[in-house]
Antibody
Framework: QVQLVESGGGVVQPGGSLRLSCAAS????????MHWVRQAPGKGLEWVAF????????YYADSVKGRFTISRDNSKNTLYLQMNSLRAEDTAVYYC??????????WGQGTLVTVSS | QSVLTQPPSVSAAPGQKVTISCSGS????????VSWYQQLPGTAPKLLIY???KRPSGIPDRFSGSKSGTSATLGITGLQTGDEADYYC????????????FGGGTKLTVL
């Protein structure tokens, strides 16, 4: 069965950096695009970024463009999100999610990122 | 402010039916498939409906989806207390700022 396990969350000061990882299993990782989606405390879902199956194209939400970088290592079945210049408003649970023809069909359990001094 | 518009809340009694609307535009719902997700308290979202009206394996037929033009609707019949959750619609947006977009979420209360 599909499993997506995020890691790397924690507390970071404003202006700091953090790298999230997502270990994928139960499907052919190298054949599917992948997303990061976040959810601020008590708020709705906000899409963050998408990467095609081969890493050839990447898309970002305007709110993170220029600060966050999505990447993947198909040899390790792992998705990454490098987050720089973090702000208080980036505080959220970050979900890794599998793409199915531009729809999300599986979600990880999420990892909490808290930006605070 | 979300790209897709959903009502903040809906409610109905056990056994009844409820519908949740999701309104968008030609750059998103109008030209792409719509998905629906259920998020139970404290858990990750789960796919309920994909390709506008298809149910993944294991999702009961009490849940249904439809799409017309730039709007979509989730229907839930035979409401159960376990259906109390937040529901989100989602789709791809093909505009200049391409990416996945979601509705603001609808809180379902089963009275």
């Amino acid at each position: 069965q599909v499993q997506l396990v995020e890691s790397g969350g924690g507390v970071v000061q404003p202006g700091g950096s953090l790298r999230l990882s997502c270990a994928a299993s139960g499907f052919t990782f190298s054949s599917y695009g992948m997303h990061w989606v976040r959810q601020a405390p008590g708020k709705g879902l906000e899409w963050v970024a998408f990467i095609r199956y081969d890493g050839s194209n990447k898309y970002y939400a305007d709110s993170v463009k220029g600060r966050f970088t999505i990447s993947r290592d198909n040899s390790k079945n792992t998705l990454y999100l490098q987050m720089n210049s973090l702000r208080a408003e980036d505080t959220a649970v970050y979900y890794c999610a599998k793409d199915r023809f531009r729809e999300i069909d599986y979600w990880g359990q999420g990892t909490l990122v808290t930006v605070s001094s | 402010q979300s790209v897709l518009t959903q009502p903040p809340s809906v409610s109905a009694a056990p056994g009844q039916k409820v519908t949740i609307s999701c309104s968008g535009s030609s750059s998103n719902i109008g030209n792409n498939y719509v998905s629906w997700y259920q998020q139970l308290p404290g858990t990750a979202p789960k796919l309920l409906i994909y390709d506008n009206n298809k149910r993944p394996s294991g999702i009961p037929d009490r849940f249904s989806g439809s799409k017309s033009g730039t709007s979509a609707t989730l229907g839930i019949t035979g409401l159960q207390t376990g259906d109390e959750a937040d529901y989100y619609c989602g789709t791809w947006d093909s505009s200049l700022s391409a990416g996945q977009v979601f509705g603001g979420g609808t809180k379902l209360t089963v009275l």
